[in-house]
């Protein structure tokens, strides 16, 4: 579409095994959803309701790109997540229908500039210059659930140049996928292309200007991203 002042892209990510795109509508994000993580930032790792802020689809960053540091941080620290990509949606998604929904799942990068979001938590203020700023997720390819299935366990981790920094188990979940599609769709019309950001195990750290990071979920594929 060519518009009267300017036109915009569309957000994408590849396709494993395709020569395709998928186009991104929203981009949402689960907090504390791994009770080490809760712990490690000092909650309580008990399973309470899961809550939600979004980022931006073009926040964006492909895999094998660069993650430039943000202004206004000298804290900006990594989350590795498992990423749902919606096929379709709705309102009020019942937990047994919600896997039919998934087209597939990718890995992400739930960068955090740490320091803001915790002045703004103190504040009680939203999130937002926290979470949703330029080059805040970094994301994978897509693989399809149609060659791999709906992972519901397997080693999620990081690497900070060669260095393990992240490790869990997509099992160690506190709200399963089916179950946090179902509870966002209470409050959100869901659509085909919203991504859904999961949640990080323990482990999360700040990076550095040259820093490489690269994340790996078993059976779903691999991110890697330098920080410049
Ligand atoms: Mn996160």
């Known amino acids: 579409m060519v518009g009267a002042i300017h036109s915009l892209q569309q957000a994408s990510l590849p396709i494993v095994g395709t020569p395709d795109f998928f186009p991104v509508h929203r981009i949402y994000c689960v907090g504390r959803n791994y009770a080490a993580h809760a712990v490690e930032m000092g909650h309580n790792p008990d399973r309470e309701a899961p809550f939600f802020f979004q980022k931006n689809p073009d926040n964006l960053v492909s895999d094998g790109g660069e993650f430039l540091y943000p202004a206004l941080s000298n804290d900006v620290q990594h989350e590795i997540e498992l990423v749902v990509a919606l096929q379709s949606g709705g309102f009020e998604i019942a937990t047994d229908a919600a896997l039919d929904h998934v087209f597939g799942y990718a890995v992400g990068l739930d960068m955090t500039r740490r320091d803001l979001q915790g002045e703004m938590k103190?504040?009680?203020?939203?999130?937002?210059?926290?979470?949703?700023?330029?080059?805040?997720?970094?994301?994978?390819?897509?693989?399809?659930?149609?060659?791999?299935?709906?992972?519901?366990?397997?080693?999620?981790?990081?690497?900070r140049n060669g260095a393990l920094c992240q490790s869990g188990d997509l099992a160690q979940m506190i709200w399963k996928v089916p179950e946090i599609i179902s509870e966002l769709s209470r409050y959100f019309l869901l659509v085909p292309g919203d991504l859904i950001f999961t949640g990080t195990?323990?482990?999360?750290?700040?990076?550095?200007?040259?820093?490489?990071?690269d994340g790996v979920i078993d059976g779903v594929g691999s991110l890697s991203v330098t920080v410049v």
């Open 201 to 213: 195990p323990a482990g999360v750290g700040p990076v550095l200007s040259g820093d490489t990071l």
């Open 122 to 159: 103190r504040q009680g203020r939203p999130w937002e210059i926290g979470k949703a700023f330029e080059g805040s997720a970094p994301c994978s390819a897509i693989t399809p659930a149609s060659s791999i299935g709906h992972p519901q366990d397997g080693v999620i981790s990081l690497q």
